[in-house]
C-alpha cells in the first residue's frame, strides 16, 4: 500500500485547509485510515481516523473543528480543518491499516498567529 498527502500549506489562525491521501496498490481489505500529526520535538498524535464503515474518531483537540471522510472504496481518505489554530502546526501524516500500519510522507501544515 502506498500513501501519498496532499493539501498542506501555510494558512492564518482561524483559517481552514483540507488534506486528501490517495492510497494505491494493494488497497482491499484496508480496514481504517487516518491522519496523524507530529509537531517538532513532539510525539506523532492521532488526528482522527475512519473505518471502512464510516464510524469516524477524532483526538478531542480537534474536535469540532476537523472532519475526516473517505470515499466507499477505501481509495482517499480526506481531513477537513476548520477554525486552524497556530498549535495545529505540525506534519500530518496519512495512515492505512491493513494488517499493518502503512504511513505516507508527511505534508506540512503551518498555522501563523
Known amino acids: 500500500v502506498q500513501l501519498q498527502a496532499f493539501g498542506g500549506g501555510l494558512v492564518q489562525a482561524g483559517g481552514s485547509l483540507r488534506l486528501s491521501c490517495a492510497a494505491s496498490?494493494?488497497?482491499?481489505?484496508?480496514?481504517?485510515m487516518g491522519w496523524y500529526r507530529q509537531a517538532p520535538g513532539k510525539q506523532r498524535e492521532l488526528v482522527a481516523d475512519?473505518?471502512?464503515?464510516?464510524?469516524?474518531n477524532y483526538a478531542h483537540y480537534v474536535k469540532g473543528r476537523f472532519t475526516i471522510s473517505r470515499d466507499s472504496a477505501m481509495k482517499t481518505v480526506y481531513l477537513q480543518m476548520n477554525s486552524l489554530k497556530p498549535e495545529d502546526t505540525a506534519v500530518y501524516f496519512c495512515?492505512?491499516?491493513?494488517?499493518?500500519?502503512?504511513w505516507g510522507k508527511g505534508t506540512q501544515v503551518t498555522v501563523s498567529s
Open positions: 475512519i473505518s471502512r464503515g464510516g464510524t469516524a
Open positions: 496498490g494493494s488497497i482491499s481489505g484496508i480496514n481504517v
Open positions: 495512515n492505512a491499516v491493513k494488517l499493518i500500519s502503512y
